[in-house]
């Protein structure tokens, strides 16, 4: 084998791992932002101090979702030093994205600041915005993951 050609394998394998590194944070977001979300509420709604800590979890899901997000343009553009080319419905996804951690981490900054004096109704509510915006994220990774 070449040195050139061994030098390219080794590129791609770190490639692949960055990607598969990214990747496992993102899933681990996803998972928490839709899996914890559901649990303050079912089968039986959680007490108030243990949906703050969930609030907590779920806000930080938001926020790795949104930075292993920007994770995956940074590997793109360091091994091929541009961003991914996405347009029409990758492009969508990708907003509609963009637009639920913006929304799911602000609900969840809200309701770390100020869940506390909220009634039982608004909590509710809030948990089913949260699980809302989870599954809509998740719908929209499918598309942006197939139409990219």
């Excluded at 932002?33 to 907590?56: E, T």
């Excluded at 109704?121 to 809509?136: D, M, Q």
Aim: proline content about 3%; hydrophobic content about 55%; overall charge positive.
């Amino acid at each position: 084998m070449h040195q050139c050609q061994r030098r390219a394998n080794h590129i791609i394998v770190f490639e692949n791992l960055d990607y598969a590194i990214v990747q496992l944070v993102h899933n681990f977001g996803a998972a928490a932002v839709v899996g914890v979300a559901i649990f303050a509420l079912y089968p039986a709604a959680q007490p108030v101090p243990v949906q703050r800590k969930f609030a907590w979890l779920v806000g930080l899901g938001w926020a790795a979702q949104a930075l292993s997000g920007m994770g995956f343009s940074a590997v793109s553009y360091y091994f091929y030093e541009k961003l991914p080319d996405l347009h029409g419905v990758a492009f969508a996804a990708l907003l509609i994205k963009i637009m639920c951690a913006v929304g799911g981490l602000s609900i969840a900054v809200m309701y770390l600041r100020q869940g506390a004096g909220w009634t039982e109704e608004k909590r509710r509510a809030a948990w089913k915005l949260l699980i809302a915006l989870g599954v809509t994220a998740l719908t929209a990774a499918a598309f942006l993951r197939w139409f990219a």
